[in-house]
């Protein structure tokens, strides 16, 4: 079973520029996650998926980060304008289903975001 | 509010002795736990979780943790530290009842010295 793929890995740019991560969950799996992860802390969530639509979005900073999932499938992650602060590893999770229930994530390598 | 904490940034143990890394949980009703691991530059990784039923969970790698009601624990374990053990752990929890996303605590780095 193929695992989270995440693209691109590393990505360095320049405050104010903006950028986009992309994230293929695993197949079959509802519930989509992006986490962020500043270096000495555990991961936050940013946003949740199940299927297409945003079931929570409430630690997003919506002034410059936007997400969205087409189809239900893959997801991306866009940062406009980017802030120093932002430098982090941001994680995208899969799961069939509620984590509430007890089922576990499956998380992607990262992409390892640093903001100049 | 469902939370985890892990008291412990930076654990050492020497290779072949026994590890301890813990983790304390606050979260109402019926608790369920979960440790992840980190390798350097890699996604977590799911190591086992705690839904109910026995208080001693057995997960990946040799893993295992125990749940302590009274205590409000579920410290992670493993008899006999291997140097590939080396890894950033994060317990984690439900962030709400009922709760899709988790709440990680902010990780415990283990070294194990050869």
């Known amino acids: 079973e193929a695992g989270v793929a995440q693209s691109p890995r590393y990505k360095i740019i320049e405050k104010r520029q903006s950028v986009a991560f992309w994230c293929n969950p695993i197949s079959g799996h509802a519930t989509l996650y992006w986490y962020q992860q500043i270096l000495g802390q555990g991961p936050k969530l940013l946003i949740q998926f199940q299927n297409n639509g945003v079931v929570d979005d409430s630690q997003l900073p919506k002034d410059r980060f936007s997400a969205e999932r087409l189809k239900g499938v893959d997801s991306t992650l866009k940062i406009q304008p980017a802030k120093l602060e932002d430098s982090a590893v941001y994680l995208c999770?899969?799961?069939?289903?509620?984590?509430?229930?007890?089922?576990?994530?499956?998380f992607g390598p990262g992409t390892r975001l640093t903001v100049l | 509010a469902q939370s985890v904490a892990q008291p412990e940034d930076q654990v050492n143990v020497a290779e072949g002795n026994p590890l301890t890394v813990k983790c304390t949980y606050s979260?109402?009703?019926?608790?369920?736990l979960f440790w992840y691991v980190q390798y350097p530059n890699r996604g977590l990784q799911f190591l086992l979780k705690y839904i109910t039923g026995d208080n001693l969970v057995k997960g990946s790698y040799g893993f295992e943790a125990e749940f302590n009601k009274s205590q409000t624990s579920f410290h992670l374990k493993k008899p006999s530290a291997l140097v590939s053990d080396s890894a950033l752990y994060f317990c984690a929890s439900p962030a709400g009842t009922g709760a899709n996303n988790l709440f990680f605590g902010t990780g415990t780095r283990l070294t194990v010295i050869p």
């Open positions: 999770a899969s799961s069939l289903g509620r984590t509430g229930g007890g089922g576990e994530q499956f």
């Open positions: 979260v109402s009703g019926n608790p369920y």
